[in-house]
């Protein structure tokens, strides 16, 4: 059975992501060693459609399929690549459009490891506008396996 991530949100929602070691093994082994996590989630400035939270992963995760194209419901892994680990910012996010990855200095290159199901899609909206107007809010991260799918 397929292992999934739970998105469990302060202010309410459930998304449940299906991971993807094909895509991106290293670092879904290395995100999923940081579970359970509560984090704050915020909303990105540069882009678009994208909610995310700062993380730690303790040791440097490669880069993976690279892309800076997302699609709706890509759960992506990024961080400063060109910085020593100990220095890296790094971040976990949620898309709910599609989007070039992008900040003040160009492209974001970023590892898709999890993808949320089409029948959830208008649940990521409604958080990710709600996380745009309302400012941030907590997130518990979790892993989930077998079950029923929301």
Known sequence: MRSRVQFSFERGGVVIADLA????????????????????????????????????????IPRENQTVQTSTGDV???REWDKPNSVAAEAISIYYGPEVVRDHRGYLLVNVFARVPQRQWKTIEEIGL?????????????????????
């Open 130 to 150: 709600r996380v745009w107007q309302c400012g941030i809010e907590q997130v518990r991260v979790s892993l989930v396996r077998g079950g029923r799918r929301p």
């Open 21 to 60: 070691p094909d895509l991106a093994p290293q670092t879904v082994r290395s995100l999923l060693a940081l579970l359970p996590l509560t984090a704050t989630v915020y909303h990105t400035r540069w882009c678009g459609r994208e909610i995310y939270l700062p993380t730690t992963s303790g040791g440097e």
């Open 76 to 78: 992506t892994y990024w």
